[in-house]
Structure formats: C-alpha cells, structure tokens
C-alpha cells in the first residue's frame, strides 16, 4: 500500500514559502525586541506553545488586536516590560467562543514568573478571604530585587469611587478598565504612565513595608491604599487581584 502524503500544516504562498499571519508577523516584533515566545504567551495570556502555532498552524486571530496594541506601546516606549505589555494586550483579548456562543473557558496558572525578570500571582474571593499567601512572595521578592510592582484590582463597579478613566484614579492607564457584566470592573494600577511622565511601577520596598503593616495580607493592604486614596469605598471587597512585579533593566 503507498503510504498517505502527509499534509503540511500552515498556509503557503506561491513561492511554496509559509504564508505568515498578522499574528505571527506581530509576535515575530516582539521576538526581534529580544522578548520570547514565553513571555509574548504571558503578555496575551496563554501559554508559548499556541504562539508557536501562530507560525506553524495559522492560529491566533482573536489575538491580533491585542499584540497589535503591545508592539505600537514598544515602540513609542510607553511599555517596554512584560507586565507593562501584558496591561496593554489585555483589555483587547478576544476570547474564542464556543458552538453555543458562549465564551470559552481557558486554563490559567495563578502563579507565573520569568527568572530574573518579572512575575505575576493572582488570587480571586476564595483565596483573598484566607489571606491570599500567593500574592505576597511577589512584593517581597521585588522589593528584594529592588523592583517595581502594578497591580489589577475587581470589584463592584459601584464601589468605585472615581469614575473609569478619570486622570486622578489611575494616571497613563485610562485604556487598562474592563467592565465585566456581573457588575464588577476590574483597573490597573502603577502600569506605564507614558513618555516623559517617569518611572512605571510602585516601590516594591514601600509596598513591602505596607503589606507587613497587614500582616502579610497583601490584598488587606491594597484595600486600604485604595480607601485612603479615595479610590474604594471603605468596606469593601476586593474579587479578585493580580500583582505583578518586576526588575527595571
């Protein structure tokens, strides 16, 4: 029996060359920047094995508009990190749906880290109650390293007490607000604050010291650092968090 031809994956053009996609041909900006295709899984969200087959197999256009937006912000240098990017690419992720039209769910680690570069840990209502221990080895290891950290807070919507966007809640950052449709909005803080508008990030050290003044609660602290500022109505509660710290090269 002849054996089956074996059909090549990914689409050729005429010259019998692969045919790179936009999402291929943006990540292939990030690479050349000198990131990986690691830490361009980590700025979108999913693990480097699909942006592998965004040259091999055709895939990732949910995620074009998202990796579009990060490499225009690496070029004008208003993000130059992962954590930085990862802020940007965000809000535009498209996420696949299923046949019913429901969107599909995507497994995510609760923990990430780049070895000597960045991490990130997140912790939504469960974890945060009992304490959200994952959270704090990011501000102390940052603070360690001399580092920078940001952090993406959710909560109910009405709980905000300035509105979305507005300069004073969250400076350079306007377009890292997302609505959710159970009523909670989820906002960054300490990302890129754009050109000449200085450095990104907190002082790991400061946060440090203000997570250990909560007993090593890191969302307690959070919480009272939004109260203070006016950003969060006293009392209350914080659904999920994110914190992410890194090493300014």
Same mark, same amino acid.
């Given at each position: 029996m002849t054996p089956r031809r074996?059909?090549?994956t990914g689409r050729r053009g005429r010259a019998g060359q692969p045919q790179v996609n936009e999402a291929a041909r943006l990540t292939q900006e990030l690479l050349n920047a000198g990131f990986t295709k690691r830490d361009v899984g980590e700025i979108i969200g999913r693990n480097p094995s699909?942006?592998?087959?965004?040259?091999?197999?055709?895939?990732?256009a949910s995620y074009v508009?998202?990796?579009?937006?990060?490499?225009q912000e690496l070029q004008v240098g208003a993000a130059t990190t992962?954590?930085?990017?990862?802020?940007?690419?965000?809000?535009?992720?498209?996420?696949?749906?299923?046949? !019913? =039209?429901k969107t599909a769910r995507?497994?995510?680690?609760? #923990?990430? +880290?780049?070895? @000597?570069?960045?991490?990130?840990?997140?912790?939504?209502?469960?974890?945060?109650?009992?304490?959200?221990?994952?959270?704090r080895p990011v501000v102390e290891n940052t603070a360690a390293a001399q580092g920078r950290i940001a952090f993406t807070v959710r909560a109910k919507k009405k709980d905000f007490l300035i509105d979305s966007g507005r300069w004073a809640d969250s400076p350079g950052v306007r377009r890292n607000v997302v609505q959710r449709r159970d009523s909670t909005e989820e906002r960054a803080?300490?990302?890129?604050?754009?050109?000449?508008?200085?450095? !990104? =990030?907190?002082?790991?050290?400061?946060w440090k010291d203000r #997570?250990? +003044?909560?007993? @090593?609660d890191v969302a307690a602290a959070v919480r009272a650092w939004m109260t203070e500022t006016g950003r969060l109505v006293p009392g209350a509660q914080i659904t999920h968090l994110e914190v992410r710290g890194w090493t300014p090269t």
């Open positions: 074996r059909r090549p699909l942006v592998s087959q965004f040259f091999t197999k055709g895939k990732g508009e998202a990796l579009r937006y990060a490499v992962v954590p930085e990017l990862k802020a940007v690419a965000q809000p535009y992720v498209r996420r696949r749906t299923t046949r !019913a =039209g995507v497994r995510t680690k609760d #923990v990430v +880290a780049t070895p @000597g570069r960045s991490t990130m840990a997140r912790a939504a209502k469960q974890h945060i109650a009992s304490g959200a221990s994952r959270l803080y300490g990302n890129s604050a754009g050109p000449g508008l200085g450095e !990104a =990030g907190f002082d790991a050290r400061e #997570v250990d +003044a909560h007993g @090593g």
